[in-house]
Structure formats: structure tokens, C-alpha cells
T-cell receptor, first 113, second 113 residues
Framework: DGGITQSPKYLFRKEGQNVTLSCEQNLNHDAMYWYRQDPGQGLRLIYY???????QKGDIAEGYSVSREKKESFPLTVTSAQKNPTAFYLC????????????FGQGTRLTVV | KQEVTQIPAALSVPEGENLVLNCSFTDSAIYNLQWFRQDPGKGLTSLLLIQSSQREQTSGRLNASLDKSSGRSTLYIAASQPGDSATYLCAVRNSGATNKLIFGTGTLLAVQP
């Protein structure tokens, strides 16, 4: 069953903690993305990676970090430097060529407690 | 800078009605445009992908059109059903070196039985 798996579905973070959101895909896609969704603001790009061992900052990268050590995996760490981390986080992937379709995971809802 | 706008923000229609959702973008230099559906608390489901060289794409009761020169796309839903109730998002992939999807803020559709 091909697709994108995000885990966990719900995540609670205490003030000052770092947390890592998992994103795994078995679609053999080269490109992977992390978006943040807040009510009324649409999706905003955090980081993206077009190939293994390479990634670029998106529009709101401050307070986040990523790694791309394997083609299938693109974990996102929300650091304590991110002042307002409560949001819905979405991972996506695509073949990598610029004219290809993007597919999304089911999301992780992060809440600061 | 590319900006994507979706109007209206919310729409309520009776079951069986045909409807049109609108998406506009400011920079016509795009590779493609993609329409997604999002159910509450869920990830995005890809509905249709239109390449910049295409005028329209169809899938079942859905038809998406693209007028790149005027920066507009429409999603036509025929014979709407309560199960069509969701948020519909459009996204464009800009021409250029970066491989990013830029999203509109979505249209929340409610189909009343």
C-alpha cells in the first residue's frame, strides 16, 4: 500500500522541549516537503528537500530543523526556538520533476501544553 | 512573489446543484496547478493536476480548467452531494529553480441534504 505516513497523529509538547515529527514515504519520490497549517492562513512551507542529503529553507524555517539521510524519510524537529509551534503539520512528496503531482500525509497536530 | 487567492472563502449549496470554485494567481509563470480536498483534521487528497500546457482536466464529476494568461483556474463540481462537503485548496508550482507548491487559503464547501 503506497503512500505517505506521518506519525504521531497527535503530539503534545511542553515549553522548552524539542519534538520530532516523522514522515515516511514508499512512493520512491525524490522530493519531500513540510508545511504548517494554521486556521485562516493556508499552508506555509517550512522546509523542502529535492534529493537525499540536501534540503532548503521554505518561507517559515525559523525554529525548525530537518534531515534527509534516506530517500524515504524526512523528519521535522520543532525546536524550543519556535515560539508558536501549535499547528497542524503536513508532509508531502512528489517525483521531483517540476511538473509532477504532490501527495500528502494525514498530518500531525502539535499542541504546546 | 506568487500569491494565490480563492474566492469565496465559504460556500453552502443544496444537494444536486452544480457549483464552481475559483482560484486566481498573480504570476502566470507556472509549471502546473493542483486541486486538493481536505476533510476536517485530515491531510490533503489530490483531486486534479493541470499542466501549464493544458486547458482542463476531468475526473468523474469534477472538471478543472486553467487559463494561465489570466491567472485563473476553476473547479467545477457537478451534481453536488453531501459527501462533497470539505475544504478545497488550489496550489501552483512556480517556474524557476525551486520546486515549491504555493497554496491558496481554500474554499469551505457545505452541501446541504
Amino acid at each position: 500500500d503506497g503512500g505517505i505516513t506521518q506519525s504521531p497523529k497527535y503530539l503534545f509538547r511542553k515549553e522548552g522541549q524539542n519534538v520530532t515529527l516523522s514522515c515516511e514515504q514508499n512512493l520512491n519520490h525524490d522530493a519531500m516537503y513540510w508545511y504548517r497549517q494554521d486556521p485562516g492562513q493556508g499552508l506555509r512551507l517550512i522546509y523542502y528537500s529535492q534529493i537525499v542529503n540536501d534540503f532548503q529553507k521554505g518561507d517559515i524555517a525559523e525554529g525548525y530543523s530537518v534531515s534527509r539521510e534516506k530517500k524515504e524519510s524526512f523528519p521535522l524537529t520543532v525546536t524550543s526556538a519556535q515560539k508558536n509551534p501549535t499547528a497542524f503539520y503536513l508532509c508531502a512528496s512528489s517525483m521531483g520533476q517540476l511538473n509532477t503531482e504532490a501527495f500528502f500525509g494525514q498530518g500531525t497536530r502539535l499542541t504546546v501544553v | 512573489k506568487q500569491e494565490v487567492t480563492q474566492i469565496p472563502a465559504a460556500l453552502s449549496v443544496p444537494e444536486g446543484e452544480n457549483l464552481v470554485l475559483n482560484c486566481s494567481f498573480t504570476d502566470s509563470a507556472i509549471y502546473n496547478l493542483q486541486w486538493f480536498r481536505q476533510d476536517p483534521g485530515k491531510g490533503l487528497t489530490s483531486l486534479l493536476l493541470i499542466q501549464s500546457s493544458q486547458r482542463e482536466q476531468t475526473s468523474g464529476r469534477l472538471n478543472a480548467s486553467l487559463d494561465k494568461s489570466s491567472g485563473r483556474s476553476t473547479l467545477y463540481i457537478a451534481a453536488s452531494q453531501p459527501g462533497d462537503s470539505a475544504t478545497y485548496l488550489c496550489a501552483v508550482r512556480n517556474s524557476g529553480a525551486t520546486n515549491k507548491l504555493i497554496f491558496g487559503t481554500g474554499t469551505l464547501l457545505a452541501v446541504q441534504p
